[in-house]
């Protein structure tokens, strides 16, 4: 049987080791960029959810190890915490003196993320499919894990409970297109929040609007609207940069 896959790159010569290792970060970058372009094929739109939601914890995951001042470089690192995503996102945003428009930004998308990711990562079986797409759904059987009817004995019979949990193509979309969200809201924070760190407050965006996800109430029309304008650097800080930097130890001061 033939394949199309390369042989493993520590097979080749070393010669030609680089250009392999760029071939393989290249087919990476893509198959993660299609992890969110939503299947319509439902069982793997499915598969699609539970890979972006990991995808957001891991990313976010790595995010507050990056900002420790003084991070560990063997186990135990910072764990994954699926409970509290958008809240440590948001810690993350203020670490690093950028404002968002709102308080609760992110917890709808994980709040929605988890819950379908929790009947997936329980599922026993699916029951059923039907339809065609957009309008396919899915019924399976799941454990109904750490909840209070979970066991239980019952005229000297223990019992393990099963519950059934219905999921359309339209509510798996939504959750796959709010990880999006999530997780072009974490590029944005990498970006702003650590690449342009050192560009002055006056600074205008324009020329990478297009990264930031949201846009907050204060600066006016949105793009494309009338009248709008391009916000600044200083708009999109928390702090004015040189009040912010100071607030940070010396390690980790940005460089010019």
Sequence with gaps: MSSDAEPPISSLPLSEQPDAIWRQVQANERAAARLFWPSPIIERLLWQVCGAWETVIEEVRFFRYVIEENPPTEPPFVYPDGDNVAR?????????????????????????????????????????????TPNQSVTIRRVPYREPDEMRIDSGWAMHNRKTVTITEAEAGEVLAGLKYVNDSIFALRKFGMEFSTDPDNDGIRDVLGILPWWLDDWGPRPGEEGWTVPTMRQLRVLPQHDYIETLPESQRPQP
């Design 88 to 132: 440590d996102l948001r810690r993350i945003a203020r670490w690093l003196n950028i404002r968002l428009p709102s308080e609760t930004e992110w917890t709808a998308e994980c709040k929605r993320a988890k819950a379908m990711r929790d009947d997936l990562g329980h599922m026993l079986h699916f029951t059923s499919i039907s339809g065609e």
